[in-house]
């Protein structure tokens, strides 16, 4: 059914969101900002420039380019939480380049950033295809960017699953008109809903994963 597969990075292929919610956290702590969980958490899948956006009138007197590079900033200070894989990524990416099956990255985060994670976790070499902020001019829950991977990849969405942790980039993929596979590794399921599947982690995902009707039948969340 499926002819290739696709992957955010943060939070689905890897543990970054402690370091995230952090480094957003002091953003807003060290200019004063008023903010709470919910408000951090709304950073999550999105371009960082985008979400900087809707919260820019609270930051008087600088720009996005200034609040993201601080921010940036604080994810290579030594105190901040470590990263790793997300249980089971290496193992999926993997059985999928063993198996031939097509692999893209379709990620908010800037391209050397995706190169400089992926090499860390020994991932970078594994994927096909990789589009990053730098290669749309919309990011997600816009599905440019998911379109542009399968475009890259001479597939049609419809042959195609995503692998996502976050609202913004459950609701890319399915806009696309892709399936998607939602991990729960920064949101509760509720937040997840319009996925296909919802899991905690890749730990043992078979592929091709359950189809939506296989999944209607017997939904799996956690």
């Given at each position: 059914m499926?002819?290739?597969?696709?992957f955010d990075l943060d939070g689905t292929l890897i543990d970054t969101e402690p370091?995230?919610?952090e480094a957003w956290s002091r953003l807003f702590r060290n200019h004063r900002v008023p903010h709470d969980e919910a408000t951090i958490k709304g950073f999550a899948g999105r371009p960082g420039r985008e979400a900087l956006l809707d919260h820019l009138d609270?930051?008087?007197?600088h720009t996005v380019d200034e609040?993201?590079?601080?921010?940036?900033?604080y994810t290579s200070l030594p105190d901040m939480p470590p990263v790793k894989a997300v249980p089971g990524a290496l193992e999926l990416l993997g059985r999928l380049r063993e198996s031939g099956?097509?692999?893209?990255?379709?990620?908010s985060g800037t391209r050397d950033y995706a190169r400089h994670e992926l090499g860390a976790i020994g991932?970078?070499?594994l994927f096909d295809v990789l589009v990053t902020s730098d290669d749309v001019t919309r990011g997600k829950p816009d599905p440019q960017g998911c379109l542009a991977c399968c475009a890259a990849l001479g597939v049609e969405p419809s042959a195609v699953v995503v692998f996502e942790d976050a609202p913004a980039g459950v609701a890319a993929a399915k806009r696309a008109g892709a399936d998607c596979v939602a991990i729960t590794s920064t949101q509760p399921p509720a937040a997840l809903a319009a996925a296909d599947l919802i899991v905690p982690d890749l730990t043992?995902?078979?592929?091709?994963?359950?189809t939506p009707s296989v999944v209607a039948a017997t939904r799996s969340e956690v």
């Open positions: 499926y002819n290739a597969a696709l370091r995230s919610f609270l930051f008087p007197g609040l993201f590079a601080e921010a940036l900033g099956v097509p692999l893209g990255l379709v990620t991932a970078l070499d043992g995902m078979t592929w091709p994963p359950p």
